[in-house]
């Protein structure tokens, strides 16, 4: 893949923005498997400010899609079954450790949360590692 | 009200950043975490960009005595780490890696209307799902047994 910086900053800035507002005007932490949880497993009062956010992330892919749609149908090069067992393993790990590039990765780090680095740490590591066995032990890429 | 409105412009905005910054490209989340093959470090960025923006609200926060729109900060407030945190990243890593989707890409992701992003939202809800059925069971088993322990 071609090194994107302009773009990659540009992203990250209008994320930073996003979670920037949750934090300082409903005082929330915009943390994606955390907000999703909670609408999963629903408790009184947690439910339609996570229903709007989530959304406004549909109404947010919908632009995508017709402003700039190769973002959103980028073909996935991962066999179906393997999808599905990623999915597992992310939801319920993201559960587990409470939180997931969002939540930790972007809100943790900027309030200095010692779980939240050592989290990311922890997920980069081993998302390199599923990386490695995936396209180079399993797929044959050398 | 206004915190409704807020949180549906911060996924707007949220979901726009994720789709420019490459995160909803599966390859491109790949390409990031192949350290030993073809690196591109491009989406180092994304996160020194969103921190960059992020951090000086997020200290603020530490300050202040409550959010602008809203009553109360709803913060984590646990400072301890234990295996439960180590574990669960090191699963989400796993699948992270595995897929190239995170779950704020992977749920943008499902207006392209993929096999993958369809594949992979699914089986994220029902891992959401079965974590929650065992915490459920466990609350529950906690709460019988107060009467013994501590």
């Known amino acids: ?142 | 009200m206004k915190q409704k409105l807020v949180a549906f412009v911060a996924g707007v905005v949220f979901a726009v950043g994720l789709g420019i910054s490459g995160m909803t490209n599966p390859a491109k989340v790949i390409g990031f975490l192949d350290v030993t093959g073809a690196w591109d470090p491009s989406l180092a960025l994304v996160m020194a960009g969103a921190i960059g923006v992020h951090l000086g609200f997020a200290q603020w926060s530490r300050k202040a005595k409550r959010p602008l729109w809203a009553d109360a900060f709803v913060l984590p407030e646990r400072a301890d780490v234990d295996v439960r945190l180590i574990a669960g990243a090191a699963l989400f890593g796993l699948g992270w890696g595995t897929a190239g989707y995170c779950p704020g890409p992977a749920l943008v992701s499902l207006v392209g209307l993929t096999s993958g992003a369809l594949a992979f939202c699914a089986s994220m809800v029902a891992g959401i799902a079965v974590f929650h059925a065992f915490a459920g069971a466990r609350r529950e088993r906690a709460e019988d047994s107060t009467s013994t322990t501590i």
Do not use: D
């Open chain 1, 1 to 142: 893949m071609a090194f994107t910086p302009v773009s990659a900053l540009i992203g990250g800035a209008l994320i930073g923005a996003s979670a920037s507002m949750m934090l300082a005007l409903n005082g929330r932490i915009a943390g994606i498997s955390g907000i999703l949880g909670g609408l999963v497993r629903p408790q009184r009062g947690e439910v339609s400010w996570r229903a709007t956010f989530l959304a406004g992330l549909l109404v947010g892919g919908v632009l995508l899609a017709l402003a700039y749609p190769s973002a959103l149908r980028a073909p996935s090069a991962t066999p179906i079954a393997l999808t599905v067992l990623a999915g597992l393993l992310v939801g319920f790990g993201t559960q587990l450790g409470g939180g997931c590039t969002s939540g930790h990765g972007v809100c943790g780090i900027s309030r200095f949360s010692t779980r939240s680095i050592l989290a990311t740490m922890t997920f980069m590591a081993t998302g390199a590692l599923a990386t490695f066995v995936v396209q180079h032990v399993l797929g044959g890429k050398s």
